[in-house]
T-cell receptor, first 114, second 117 residues
Framework: DTGVSQDPRHKITKRGQNVTFRCDPISEHNRLYWYRQTLGQGPEFLTYFQNEAQLEKSRLLSDRFSAERPKGSFSTLEIQRTEQGDSAMYLC????????????FGNGTRLTVT | AQKVTQAQTEISVVEKEDVTLDCVYETRDTTYYLFWYKQPPSGELVFLIRRNSFDEQNEISGRYSWNFQKSTSSFNFTITASQVVDSAVYFCALSEARDTGRRALTFGSGTRLQVQP
């Protein structure tokens, strides 16, 4: 069990640029979640997948954000035309498909938009 | 709508002191789950405990204990004989039953615990 892996750990980009983050969940986990965490706050839910199907999107996920999970394995989160307000830690989590299984989080990708 | 409040922004204690982190939640559901996560400086959220709304029995795990009281909508976390390694941000979170299938946790804003040697 290598845990949830996220890449890159840090990303600095200029406003208006597009960025893409990757998340590799724990291999046997069929659920994958994206959360966003700003300084001094708890994580906020963005979206989640069960296998390759994106089942829920938060209202926080504007049309500049898109997430995919092809083949139900790794996932990518893309932000287009980044804004300074997008600066945050983007956390990925995965879990088994049972009610009682906890979420396992990765170390996150810290995005800074200048 | 569900909401989790952690009124203590930051707590500082000296090693070996006991410390309690408060968590108050709001939900309209009768079935829900409560969680505590630890976020050390490395950034990874570490799962500590899950309780369901039908089980009010308090739980103890080593130096950690949790006090769940539905009457006051609280799920407090106590660390006994704190250690420097306990220094982290602790988050309380709630998942309502209708959300359980997707486990969209609502987190509080966290309590930063600093344990001084």
């Amino acid at each position: 069990d290598t845990g949830v892996s996220q890449d890159p750990r840090h990303k600095i980009t200029k406003r208006g640029q597009n960025v893409t983050f990757r998340c590799d969940p724990i291999s046997e986990h069929n659920r994958l979640y994206w959360y966003r965490q700003t300084l001094g706050q708890g994580p906020e839910f963005l979206t989640y997948f069960q296998n390759e199907a994106q089942l829920e999107k938060s209202r926080l996920l504007s049309d500049r954000f898109s997430a995919e999970r092809p083949k139900g394995s790794f996932s990518t989160l893309e932000i287009q035309r980044t804004e300074q307000g997008d600066s945050a830690m983007y956390l990925c989590a995965s879990s088994l498909g049972t009610t009682l299984s906890p979420l396992h989080f990765g170390n996150g990708t810290r995005l800074t938009v200048t | 709508a569900q909401k989790v409040t952690q009124a203590q922004t930051e707590i500082s204690v000296v090693e070996k002191e006991d410390v309690t982190l408060d968590c108050v939640y709001e939900t309209r559901d009768t079935t829900y789950y409560l969680f505590w996560y630890k976020q050390p400086p490395s950034g990874e959220l570490v799962f500590l405990i899950r309780r369901n709304s039908f089980d009010e029995q308090n739980e103890i795990s080593g130096r950690y204990s949790w006090n769940f009281q539905k009457s006051t909508s609280s799920f407090n976390f106590t660390i006994t004989a704190s250690q420097v390694v306990d220094s982290a941000v602790y988050f309380c979170a709630l998942s309502e039953a209708r959300d359980t299938g997707r486990r969209a946790l609502t987190f509080g804003s966290g309590t930063r615990l600093q344990v001084q040697p």
